[in-house]
């Protein structure tokens, strides 16, 4: 499914709900909350926490954070597809392929290798 068509279906399913009504600051809260939500999960995987959270359910909590993204976007009238070529475009400038890759590896490797090795054995 494109983008257009996420965010059509939000739209509808936000209007015949009355959600479309609600000001922007309370669908941010909600986006606010469905990503920490979504960080419980994955702090817990990588073992930053200890409060249990069945990983079964992180797919349904990305679905989550998309929605009320989506919703966000659709209640200030933003095409998703277009801010996200937009700010691409800008990272691309921002952030230039070779030095922003090679920083990463180096800042990112040691502290990762037991993480991939685990997402490697999934």
């Given amino acids: 499914m494109d983008l257009k068509t996420v965010q059509d279906k939000v739209r509808e399913f936000t209007e015949e709900r009355a ?5 922007p600051s309370q669908r941010v809260a909600h986006l606010a909350r469905e990503v920490g939500k979504l960080s ?3 702090l817990f995987d990588e073992g930053v926490t200890t409060k249990e959270t069945e ?3 992180l797919p349904k909590q990305l679905g989550d954070v998309l929605f009320s993204l989506t919703a966000l976007a659709n209640l200030l009238e933003y095409d998703l597809s277009e801010q996200i070529e937009e700010a691409m475009k800008q990272d691309a400038i921002k952030y230039p392929v070779e030095e ?7 800042a990112y490797s040691d502290r990762t290798k ?9």
């Fill in 55 to 57: 990983m079964k359910k």
């Fill in 19 to 23: 959600w479309d009504i609600i000001l």
């Fill in 114 to 122: 037991p993480l991939l090795n685990k997402i490697l054995k999934k």
């Fill in 100 to 106: 922003t890759k090679e920083a990463a590896i180096r």
């Fill in 40 to 42: 419980e999960y994955i």
